[in-house]
């Protein structure tokens, strides 16, 4: 277990550098750079900004700094907020996304694995269609329009709770519902299909068999292999949810990460999108280790190598 | 705060939606969309869509949109819009920013709040030499900056040349260039700074020569990025000298409190000169950039000012009967320009025959539904004295005729035209419009392309497109601030056309003092360009903004500036409504 | 934990000598007899026609032509779904819109099924340095921004309906073989799967006669979740300017784009919403019934 841990961290820093290496160059082959606007810049302010940031240099040079800089956990300041470090950016924005995501995660797993397991238990039958209706309609209904129908029916309407901002417990509840249901949606529809696979199984049969209550069988036995799907599922959706979501945050107005990476792309800020693209990318890859690591917990058979 | 408040069930509500901001312009003004009058059935499909919705019973007051309980004490709060790319005046761009510096910050001259006419600011008199070049300020004794430093002349001389300096990157450095040697000094051609036209004689006295007459100098003069710096604090901490921590002004207000994409808040900077002018004890600006949350947020009684720009265009004639919304004409033309170095759009006729085909009064009346004013020509409305050039009317078998002079009958053998814009829900769906209107008119196919904003600008400034959408915003009140535009090799020109007649009368009007001769001379060239239609005028932007009405001092403007200073909270506000003129334009 | 032999018939040697044309006659014998999944195909043939003709069909209007002064309209008579803020007929843009929408949930989803399955198994099963590396790909094209990936797609590339597929492949598969490969490292260890090997079986025939089917399960409720996904990634590439372009449009940048006049314009969002919603419960009840068709145990059990 120890050199399968130490490998795979290890595996990350090639992987992270192919990561980088390739948007570096994703970026600087898209058509604009930075410091474009509507309102045209001297040329001599240009080169000016150009030679500041040190994209006045051979691509190679720059690239190499960007290596070199990467390596320390510096991005260097953000050409779109150039008194803020990428590195402040980034840390004040996770601490509020990873907040909202991990609320929503939390969520989404406590609803759905429970109605997955509920539906799978009953399969064909009445809870089994209704939870199925339910996981249907949080799948098809998009957030960005579940968000304003949330706000317009709790906010505008009744006004129980507020429209968007990040300040109080109140202003948490819309914004982690309009995240969520989606989620548990898939979370549902997974642990479905994981638990109807698992039960059907002989060393289920051999439980019941063996006079194991219903429940025992069911959360003991079976919920931990029947949830694999859903915790394969789990590496990507996580980090995708504790990452920030875009339109989430732009609903609810909300200070979290998922928006930087928009605003990074739009503007060519190289820096600002290196930090970001690397930080997700790391977390992702430490949250799929994790995954692999459930798979061996969850079910023994499952080797690691 | 919610749920206290039971206003009517009136169907205003707007939902956010997600534009990127990615895919919007920065300050842009959105346009409207057409509405209809169809209120019966959208409450039954909302009742549908949602099925638990009831309504409360109507509030008393219905006059105004959503909450009317203003928050305890002197606290005014807005939405500022996207976060500011920074707050160092000399630097930025951009109306957020430059809100934020105003509000920290202050200058020679200020703004009347009404009618932005220059008054004094740190500067209690100024004179002006008979030729127009020499400018003489005189500082009011006793200013400091709010670590307790003296503030004096010679601030301003730092300042300006600061902002000059190629090395400090100014984005707006061009609105110094009638500052003798300005022009050069900040393009590296000359590189000594006491070569500017800029002098500190004493302690009180600020004396600036220009390089020509200019008669919206003093205009300028209010603009953030005249506004000064604390050298001191400059020196010490680098570019990171406007963080919250280390931040010296010596404004209205000092910034009690920042948090990105979050808010700014501001108190009273007790070092102020004028401190008893400010009522405020606290500002709040948030950092909302979603137009739908924004609203939403006014509504719901958050804010107090719902800044222009931040109306969803289609909800803006659902908001015209509440008397906390206004309307006003503003400083900015849409329009498309036109490659004048594709063929064939080198050829005027077919640039007059494109111009003459679209149907102005069609785009606004309905597709824009009434939010903005059909223009016909470059120069926007509301600068007194200056006539103008005569505006383009739509004339579809004139268009027709000029585009059988170009060659073109009946639009046969006429290259697919592709319309380029950056991708936003309104410019796509005006552009719609023009499409079916020159198939309809003129027979030409014409294909729609949106690009992000990155691609976009690259397209636009390299010349690769036929016809772009573009706009411009005034940043003073004079036509040169449209005019400059067009003049050959101008970075913003970004559509191949010169003509050196053009460019000889606007050289000729800069150095003409008389204001009649001036505005004829810019007239006559104004109406070249229209003929010439290297650009096809759209439609002349407005303001539409809501104000709470217990909000005092904050008026409707041509340039939408609002210093913050005159602002302040009236609790007794359903008493004093009728008289206030500030609620009803 | 002890396993009893080999649940799937297929590890039968009769089985193995039977061909594989009888699994799946057996299987579209039990589709057939599924009323939902019959009716869900129907529908989904129905309304595939429906789009394909469009064009064609005389009581639809043109989804082009404008009326600039009756623009959004609800629904009446004249027009069905209402109109569109140009005065479009949405009636007849939703059912154009259905062409685009239809065919790229059909490929999109094609695509993820068929490079996720694999890549998952093929990782999975092998294991070790393969799987390592095939995952670190994953990651890979999962970190890299996709609003680049996008923009270089049109600079490099001329906009074509290919392209817009390129671009909803790259990412579209990725889950889906995560999701795969953590199935494929469950079963792979299973009895069935060693006395398949044990019988002489290659690879090839291990991974995709035994341990595929097992995994179908998951694979198909994750298909059938990908349909709206695609068919709204859609409408953000649409957005970047590949995809559909203006004046045509798709349910997606439909749904999108009614949703930001929601509280004015409700049909705008409804009807386009529907018509995917109704697509997309079509395709569950016909994923849930394909499942339960292709399911090796119920395929026993009904034996």
Known sequence: MISFLSRRLLLMIPTLWVIGTLTFFMMRLAPGGPFMSEKDIPAATKTQLLHQYGLDKPLAQQYGMFLWNAAHFDFGPSYKYPQQQVREIILEGFKVSAELGGWALLLSLLLGVPIGVIAAVNQNRAPDHAAMALALAGVSIPNFVLGPVLVLVFSLTLYWLPPALWRGPETRILPVLALAVSYVAYIARLTRAGMLEVLRQDYIRTARAKGLSER????????????????????????????????????????????????????????????????????????????????????????LR | MYGKQRPRCHFGGIPPTPIHPAFRMPSALLSSRPVNHSRPFTRIALVALLATASCTPPARDHRYFGSVTPAKGQVFRFNNGAEPEGTDPGVISGQPDGRVARALFEGLIVSDPQTLMPLPGLAYRWETSADGLVYTYHLRPGLQWNDGTRLDSRDFLYSWTRALDPATVSRNASLLYPIRNGERFNKGEITDPTQLGLAAPDDSTFVVTLENPTAYWLFLNSYYTFLPVPRHTIEKWGVRWTRPEHIVNNGPYNLGYWKQYDRFEFVPNKSYWDRSAVKLDRIIAYTVDDLNTSTNLYKAGVTDWNPSGYIPGPFIPQMRPFADFRQGRYQGVYFYSVNVTRKPYDNVHVRRALNLAIDRLSITRDVLKGSREPWGRLTPEGYPGYQGAPQVAYDPARAREELIQAGYPGGKGFPKLNILFNTSEDHRRIAEAIQAMWKRELGIDVELSNQDWGSYLQATTSLQYDVARRSWIGDYLDPNSFLQLLSAGDGNNRSGWGDPAYDALLKQAARTLDPTERFRLLTQAETMAVESAPFLPIYHYSTTELVKPWVRGLYQTALDYHPLKSIWIDHDWRRHLPRDSSVHP | MSIGIAPPA??????????????????????????????????????????????????????????????????????????????????????????????????????????????????????????????????????????????????????????????????????????????????????????????????????????????????????????????????????????????????????????????????LVIFPGFAMSLTLLAFNFLGDGLRDALDPQGRRDGN
């Open chain 1, 216 to 303: 025992v069988v069911v959360l003991k036995h079976a919920l931990k292999l029947g949830i694999l799907p859903v915790v394969s599922y789990l590496g990507p959706a996580a980090a995708r949810i504790i990452m920030g979501s875009i339109v989430i945050e732009q609903i609810f107005a909300i200070p979290g990460l998922g928006r930087y990476l928009v605003i990074g792309a739009t503007n060519k800020d190289y820096t600002l999108v290196l930090g970001v693209v690397l930080f997700y990318a790391s977390f992702l890859m430490a949250l799929n280790l994790l995954v692999d690591i459930a798979y061996t917990w969850l079910d023994p058979r499952v080797e």
């Open chain 3, 10 to 267: 297929t590890v039968l040697p009769a089985t193995h000598a039977n061909p594989p044309r009888s699994l799946w006659s057996d299987a579209w014998k039990r589709l057939r007899r599924n009323r939902m999944a019959v009716a869900s195909g129907a529908f989904l043939v129905l309304i595939s026609l429906f789009a394909l003709t469009a064009p064609w069909l005389p009581f639809l209007q043109d989804p082009t032509l404008q009326d600039l002064a009756r623009g959004a309209t609800p629904p009446s008579p004249a027009h069905w779904f209402g109109t569109d803020e140009l005065g479009r007929d949405t009636f007849a843009r939703v059912a154009h819109g259905g062409r685009i929408s239809m065919l790229v949930g059909l490929v999109g989803t094609f695509v993820s099924l068929v490079i996720g399955v694999t890549w998952g198994a093929v990782a999975g099963y092998v294991g070790g340095k393969v799987d390592e590396f095939m995952m670190r790909v994953v990651d890979v094209l999962y970190s890299l921004p996709y609003i680049f990936l996008v923009i270089l797609l049109l600079v490099f590339f001329s906009k074509s309906l290919l392209m817009l597929f390129v671009a909803l492949g790259l990412v579209q598969w990725l889950t889906m073989a995560r999701i795969v490969r953590g199935q494929v490292l469950s079963l792979r260890t299973q009895t069935f799967v060693e006395a398949a090997r044990a019988l002489g079986a290659g690879t090839p025939a291990i991974l995709f006669r035994h341990i595929v089917p097992n995994t179908l399960g998951p694979v198909i409720v994750f298909t059938t979740l990908t349909v709206p996904a695609v068919i709204l990634q859609e409408a953000f590439l649409s957005f970047l300017g590949l995809g559909v372009q203006p004046p045509a449009a798709s349910w997606g940048t439909l749904v999108s784009d009614g949703a930001k006049v929601l509280a004015l314009f409700p049909w």
